[in-house]
């Protein structure tokens, strides 16, 4: 899975997109099916797929704090 940083989030639009730390590029999401509201500077994982639009991220969990 790939880390990376929440950049903004439309909650009534239920979309937008996050920041790989590491490459610094962005990739869209989709809020519809998240089990928690993405905030703006949260740091998460996901994996990437593509569809007609390009790459986009799924599967999107917080990250846990390291320990």
Do not use: C, H, W
């Not at 239920?14 to 949260?42: C, H, M, N, W």
């Not at 740091?43 to 917080?62: H, W």
């Amino acid at each position: 899975m790939l880390k990376g940083i929440v950049q903004f989030y439309l909650s009534d639009k239920k979309y937008g997109y996050i920041r790989v730390s590491d490459t610094r590029e962005e990739f869209f999401f989709s809020g519809r099916k998240l089990a928690f509201t993405p905030q703006k500077g949260e740091e998460v994982q996901f994996e990437l797929k593509e569809d007609k639009q390009g790459l986009k991220a799924i599967n999107i969990k917080l990250s846990t704090p390291s320990q």
